[in-house]
């Protein structure tokens, strides 16, 4: 019973992090928009709603692409991630 009161916990406490996550990210497309540093689009909010839908779906749609980026590059070999122990270092033209 404690065992799955503990994983129920670290699921529900997850949730709130992607949500928080989602949220903060989302607010900052959403005002990079409103300043003119993203397409003005991402700066305007829903007419009934009144939430910054396009930036939320924004986030949405790039995130799992990033994390999939980095999963695909620690499949790949490399410890922290990233493709460059698999594909070679550049700079020594190896």
């Known amino acids: 019973m404690l065992a799955f009161l503990a994983s129920l916990g670290g699921l ?3 949730l709130g992090v992607l949500i928080t ?3 903060s990210q989302a607010r900052l497309v ?3 928009g409103r300043e003119g540093l993203l397409p003005s689009s991402f700066g305007c909010v829903h007419p009934i709603r009144r939430t910054s839908n396009k930036a939320i779906i924004t986030v949405t749609d790039i995130a799992p692409l990033t994390i999939g980026g980095r999963g695909l590059g620690y499949l790949l070999g490399s410890a922290d991630g990233s493709l460059r122990d698999s594909v070679g270092n550049l700079e020594d033209g190896s």
């Open 21 to 23: 996550g989602i949220n």
């Open 30 to 32: 959403f005002n990079a």
């Open 12 to 14: 529900t406490s997850t």
